[in-house]
């Protein structure tokens, strides 16, 4: 059973997602605040954080910066009633995995915490396997067919999000934020040319394509 840690000030907001969490399988564990949390986590295990951003003594950006700060890689998904860019940004600087505006759709939250505990596993083990094809993220490293080539850093960290995730949508300015310094001049037309590189590269490889979702993005699509 995976441990969910919800940082909530809104006792009603808490309680809520805390039975949708046990309702579907999961143990939630209750927090105030940042600092509740922090206690909490120095004797709980915890798989997972379910943070709200707006909250007193530690809020959610503080919390979240405090954690990466410590080294730690538990993944992050903030939950905040403020959806405009900046604050999307903010949360993504501090650390966060991914972001959800209130209201909270349940069903959507449960796919993205799903999401988020299937993506941590791939990363502990720093391994990824797609049919026959093997993404190594220790040495940057994708063997297929008996042959293995070593991809340039974002080439390779952008293929390995969109297989970690196949089937889901990435806008171009979502992978932008996640995998390009935010405060460099880089445009989003980078993620363009990393994709035209991408799929020169494996154009032939059987077990996966790269697909353009027209006005949208881009996503991994299984082939075996």
């Known amino acids: 059973m995976f441990h969910i840690l919800v940082v909530e000030d809104d006792e009603n907001a808490r309680k809520l997602m805390m039975t949708v969490l046990e309702q579907n399988g999961y143990s939630a564990i209750p927090a105030r605040d940042g ?51 900046a604050d999307k940004r903010a949360g993504f600087l501090a650390g966060t995995d991914d972001y959800m505006v209130k209201p909270v759709d349940e069903e959507e939250m449960l796919l993205r915490i799903a999401a988020l505990l299937r993506r941590s596993k791939i990363a502990s083990e720093h391994r990824l396997t797609v049919g026959g094809t093997v993404l190594d993220y220790d040495a940057f490293t994708v063997t297929a067919g008996g042959r293995t080539e070593e991809l340039p850093n974002k080439e390779f ?13 990435f806008t171009r300015r979502q992978l932008m934020d996640e995998l390009w310094d935010m405060d460099s001049d880089t445009d989003e037309r980078t993620v363009d040319v990393h994709i035209n590189r991408l799929r020169d590269r494996f154009e032939d490889n059987p077990d996966f394509s790269i697909a353009t979702v027209r006005g949208l993005g881009y996503k991994a699509v299984k082939t075996t």
């Open 157 to 169: 960290q952008l293929l390995f999000k969109l297989l970690s995730y196949a089937g889901k949508i």
């Open 35 to 85: 600092v509740d949390a922090l206690e909490v986590m120095d004797r709980t295990h915890v798989d997972l954080v379910l943070l709200d951003v707006m909250m007193p003594r530690m809020d959610g950006y503080e919390f979240a910066r405090t954690l990466r700060d410590a080294g730690s890689e538990l993944p992050i998904l903030m939950v905040t009633a403020r959806g405009v860019a």
